[in-house]
């Protein structure tokens, strides 16, 4: 049995501040560590579920946060920040399933610690068929795309209801409450990692009742940029057009889940620059 994980940063718990989980800050390193101890948590519970083998995308910040000699279970380790198909690099249809590891909500749900979706600097909201979706909303097009189910997410309690709509089988581990955006009760991180080994046992031994995610195709994100200016960059994109009741809104309609995916993928780069 094959299972796939994504490995974000902020839903780790004790993560609240920028400071925390960016390279090169003081308290970086202290947080990396409690993040490896959560995707192993998480690994280490699929293989009592019966799991055998595993791909870990690093998919924080520059995607190079964990340490390969540390994982568990042998698992492979995809790093680097160019990727296609960025936090779902290497999934494929082989995987019998996906882990989202410390996630973190939209910017425009409710409060969760800090929040986003891909990047705060352009986008403000996503829409997946008129449904809030937090990155783990938009990353399950490529698990849909593939087949494999999203079994596992991990994160506070924002992050997890975000991905009900979407992959409503998918087990929840709430590790952290969020106050706000800069502020959060956690459990403390031996209790965040029993939760989530006991999670992912529980989801591995659901795996023959899961299923793909839910996603009606054609599927259409509505994408809400921070600024007018944003909004008509992402018009360059073949595939993207103008929201008529929103100028600071693009919409990307596609029956190709992946495909939908990439365009995505490709406004967030486009615009990346010009909003940083």
Not at 62 to 67: D, E, G
Request: hydrophobic share 40%; proline share 6%; with cysteine.
């Amino acid at each position: 049995m094959k299972i796939f994980v994504s490995s974000d940063m902020e839903g780790t718990a004790g993560v609240v501040d920028w400071s925390q989980c960016r390279p090169g800050q003081s308290e970086y390193e202290y947080y990396r560590l409690l993040l490896q101890e959560e995707v192993n948590a998480a690994i280490e519970g699929a293989m009592e579920g019966g799991a055998t083998r595993f791909l870990v995308n690093d998919s924080h910040s520059t995607m190079a946060n964990l340490r390969p000699d540390a994982l568990a279970g042998r698992a492979r380790y995809l790093s680097g920040r160019h990727k296609p198909l960025y936090m779902m690099q290497g999934l494929d249809a082989s995987f019998d399933g996906v882990f989202f590891v410390s996630y973190h909500g939209s910017m425009s749900g409710t409060p969760a610690t800090l929040s986003h979706t891909y990047n705060p600097a352009a986008i403000s909201e996503v829409r997946l068929n008129g449904v809030v979706a937090g990155e783990s909303g938009i990353n399950a097009l490529v698990a849909l795309g593939h087949g494999v189910p999203v079994l596992l997410i991990t994160g506070d309690e924002t992050t997890a209801t975000e991905l009900e709509p979407f992959s409503p089988r998918a087990i929840g581990a709430v590790v952290k409450t969020s106050v706000s955006r800069f502020a959060a009760d956690s459990l403390h991180p031996a209790e965040a990692r029993d939760l989530i080994h006991d999670a992912a046992r529980l989801a591995v031994e659901a795996l023959p009742s899961a299923a793909p995610p839910s996603i009606e195709l054609p599927a259409t994100l509505t994408v809400r940029m921070r600024n007018p200016d944003l909004a008509e960059m992402a018009t360059w994109i073949s595939g993207v057009v103008s929201d008529p009741a929103d100028p600071v809104a693009v919409r990307i309609t596609d029956d190709d889940p992946i495909r939908l995916y990439r365009t995505f993928i490709t406004v967030v780069l486009l615009t990346r620059g010009i909003a940083e």
